[in-house]
């Protein structure tokens, strides 16, 4: 079955620097890959979508990739802030190929942006 | 909008006890899905609905049941509660034209502590 890696240990970032997160899958290959942030007690809230044709996709300081030879995915944020410290999931499709059939989660990296 | 709406917020079940968690949308979504999530895990799809009377099991769909017979609620029952379902429950939907995977909203989650 795929498998979804994050690394779930907290990363902590200097105020202003640039965080990058890593994602990696195996087993399968997914035409897309989505991103959420979450924050303590509340549900995901999206971020970014990377289809598997797209190398890059940026909104605001955010920025994905997506390597299908690799089997991963990056995500930085730039210019960091503490309000940025929340807990960053990936989020491929569920099934291989895509499809709107509902998503499969990494367990998410906890960021702590510190001043 | 209220966006995607869930109650109870949290719920406390004895063993072998039923029940029922709401999940409402108003943004005239065709998908809606639920997930849990587990501590330190990432959030597993239980049930999927691609719309009005169709519903679709998902990664852990054992002990749950759905319905969905209006284009706004997708109700999870839980018929006979066991400790491994205490989890955090989340609601989410999407549009999607031609089964292609879009933002998922989802709601601000139901806490279930099963006794």
Same mark, same amino acid.
């Given at each position: ?115 | ?28 979504? +065709? ?6 999530? %587990?501590?330190?895990?990432? =959030?597993? @799809?239980?049930?999927? #609905? ?14 749950? +049941? ?6 706004? %609620?997708?109700?999870?029952? =839980?018929? @006979?509660?066991?400790? #491994? ?27 279930? =502590?099963? @006794?």
């Amino acid at each position: 079955s795929q498998k979804i890696e994050q690394n779930s240990e907290a990363l902590n970032i200097q105020e202003g620097k640039t965080a990058t997160l890593t994602c990696n899958y195996t087993n399968y290959s997914p035409a897309y890959l989505q991103w959420y942030r979450q924050d303590p007690g509340r549900g995901p809230v999206f971020l970014l979508l990377i289809r598997e044709n797209e190398k890059e996709k940026r909104k605001e300081r955010l920025k994905v990739t997506f390597d299908t030879t690799l089997k991963q995915s990056l995500f930085h944020i730039t210019a960091s802030q503490p309000a940025d410290s929340a807990t960053y999931l990936c989020a491929p499709p569920l099934y291989s190929g895509g499809g709107a059939d509902g998503l499969t989660f990494g367990k998410g990296t906890h960021l702590i942006i510190q001043p | 909008n209220a966006g995607v709406t869930q109650t109870p917020k949290f719920r406390i079940l004895k063993i072998g006890q039923s029940m029922t968690l709401q999940c409402t949308q108003d943004m005239n979504h +065709n998908y809606m899905y639920w997930y849990r999530q %587990d501590p330190g895990m990432g =959030l597993k @799809l239980i049930y999927y #609905s691609v719309g009005a009377g169709i519903t679709d099991k998902g990664e852990v769909p054992n002990g749950y +049941n759905v319905s969905r017979s209006t284009t706004e %609620d997708f109700p999870l029952r =839980l018929e @006979l509660a066991a400790p #491994s379902q205490t989890s955090v429950y989340f609601c989410a939907s999407s549009y999607s034209h031609g089964g292609f995977q879009e933002t998922q909203y989802f709601g601000p989650g139901t806490r279930l =502590l099963v @006794l």
